[in-house]
């Protein structure tokens, strides 16, 4: 095991511009594998109730060949719709087991908006969407609601820091599913100050992208396509950096999929 290093607060705003030379030296590769990324999603939208599970579980397997495809990339190579399933050819036992633990963190945050929520959720949502409705009952429902978003908000942010870097390390290192969760946590947590800087940059690029969108559709709907890639690639270029002495003890097998 490596331990994650500690970086500037400046090094996430280059995970961007880092990521988004990754997609500008394969962009159609990475326009090949988000347009199977996004017809996978929308078959999953289609299967009723196992839909949204399947995509969990197959999410990091999916993501691990991207980042397989980025190190492609970075070695001079291009970015091919095989990365993007290598995942089910290397490590997929454990990198089910990753999405197994996405499914029950997803079953964790519905119990407990279920529970702690319920009928005032109802009732949120039915005051909100009527005009006429009592504003001081509004912001009671509001008040009363607001820790379980502050437990909500708390939750999804420490499941995903344990996932951020999990599936790069899992591609590239022998560590086991529950290694990968502790040291991609541990990454997060004392690099909280660059990935506050990114952000607040994926955030400008973001709003920048929907702005363009609303102005001119084609141009918009063209730049979003290559704004997905880069906050992927950017994770990879996040995990570079902070485990900048990883031994990539499987780079061929990884890199060359044809």
């Known amino acids: 095991m490596t331990s994650p290093r500690r970086v500037p607060f400046i090094r996430g705003f280059y995970w961007i511009s880092e990521g988004f030379q990754l997609v500008f030296q394969s962009p159609f590769g990475w326009m090949k594998v988000i347009t199977l990324w996004f017809g996978f999603t929308l078959l999953c939208s289609m299967i009723i109730a196992i839909g949204p599970i399947l995509f969990s579980l197959m999410l990091p397997i999916l993501f691990a060949g991207l980042m397989a495809g980025c190190r492609a990339i970075e070695n001079g190579q291009s970015m091919t719709a095989g990365h993007l399933f290598a995942g089910f050819r290397n490590k997929p036992a454990r990198l089910i087991t990753l999405g197994g633990i996405n499914v029950l963190g997803e079953l964790i945050l519905t119990t407990i908006l279920l529970v702690w929520g319920g009928q005032r ?63 991609s946590g541990k990454a997060c947590l004392i690099n909280t100050l660059p990935f506050l800087a990114y952000s607040v940059g994926m955030g400008a690029l973001l709003m920048a992208l929907v702005t363009a969108a609303f102005a001119v559709p084609v141009l918009g709907i063209l730049l979003f396509m290559m704004g997905i890639p880069t906050i992927i690639a950017a994770v990879y270029a996040s995990y570079r950096d902070i485990f900048s002495d990883v031994i990539d003890l499987e780079d061929s097998r990884w890199t060359r999929v044809e």
Do not use: H, K, R, Y
């Open 121 to 183: 959720m109802i009732e949120l949502q039915t005051l909100s969407m009527d005009g006429t409705g009592n504003l001081e009952q509004l912001q009671l429902l509001v008040s009363d609601l607001t820790p379980m978003f502050i437990t909500l908000a708390i939750i999804q942010v420490i499941l995903l820091m344990l996932g951020w870097f999990a599936p790069a390390l899992l591609v590239f290192s022998d560590m086991t599913t529950s290694q990968a969760l502790s040291l």
